[in-house]
């Protein structure tokens, strides 16, 4: 059975990650209007692309760059893989640059494993509607992936921090409850992205999506002491939903929501 899933995030224009997991689907010659950026996570796949015939299994990357036509199918009896597509146009916005690389190098090169777990996690934060979370995964896949195999050229040490960090904590402390993106932390610090994320972890140890869910956790340690539902509460928290929160709740403590209210009421 076919068990395909094309997601987006009506906030995140140009940018879709498809979640395959078929056995027999052909995919007839196509082209993308998108760079499109894929692990194989089991089976093995296969495409035919500029006159050759590639197998790609797993652990191999797929990399297509935009108006590339190919075909894809399966060369096993399940296949599943990770698909990110990204606009050529949402680029420049996305990685804060003027020269972007023409495009990758090689289409199937094997066993990048950073890359791999690098979009792995990108495909958990798109399942929520954390959008600090989600930017700044993405950010650090694409840049990881155009500086391996497109060839950009890595950022500069970030510059001095002059106290845009201290600014964006304290915005992260008042605005917690919010849906905080990547852009707008930008724009109030005055920095590139990547400069912003680097900046903050060297200050503070974390990256500041992660200082927001800390956040967002310690005011829930606090809201637990009362009769707050746990659905309510993740909502108020800025959760995606009550699954979201209590995973997130244990992974920072250690136990489940449940069981720190019960623990803090013996």
């Not at 108006?67 to 399966?74: C, S």
């Not at 090689?106 to 958990?124: F, I, K, M, S, T």
């Not at 707008?184 to 869910?213: K, N, Q």
Request: some cysteine; hydrophobic content about 40%; glycine content about 8%.
């Amino acid at each position: 059975m076919d068990a395909n899933r094309l997601l987006v995030q009506p906030w995140l224009s140009g940018v879709e990650l498809f979640q395959a997991d078929f056995s027999g689907q052909p995919f007839g010659r196509h082209s993308h209007d998108a760079f499109a950026i894929g692990a194989i996570l089991q089976g093995v796949g296969g495409y035919q692309c500029q006159g050759a015939r590639h197998a790609l299994p797993a652990g191999t990357l797929s990399l297509m760059n935009p108006q590339e036509p190919h075909t894809g199918h399966a060369e096993s009896p399940r296949l599943v893989y990770h698909m990110l597509y990204v606009e050529e146009a949402r680029l420049p916005t996305l990685l804060g640059r003027k020269r972007l690389p023409r495009g990758f190098h090689q289409l199937n090169p094997a066993d990048d494993g950073a890359v791999a777990a690098e979009l792995a996690r990108l495909a958990v934060e798109f399942e929520r509607s954390d959008a600090l979370a989600l930017e700044s995964q993405l950010l650090t896949l694409l840049e990881l992936v155009f500086v391996r195999h497109g060839g950009m050229r890595p950022l500069p040490t970030a510059p001095r921090d002059g106290g845009s960090t201290a600014r964006l904590r304290d915005y992260l402390e008042a605005h917690y409850r919010e849906a905080v993106n990547l852009e707008h932390l930008a724009t109030l610090s005055e920095r590139h992205p990547r400069h912003l994320i680097e900046a903050f972890r060297r200050v503070y140890g974390v990256p500041p999506h992660t200082y927001l869910l800390q956040r967002r956790i310690r005011e829930a340690k606090r809201l637990l002491l009362g009769e707050v539902e746990l659905a309510e509460l993740a909502l108020q928290l800025g959760f995606y939903d009550q699954a979201h929160f209590c995973g997130t709740f244990k992974r920072f403590t250690g136990v489940t929501p449940g069981r720190f209210r019960a623990a803090a009421r013996t």
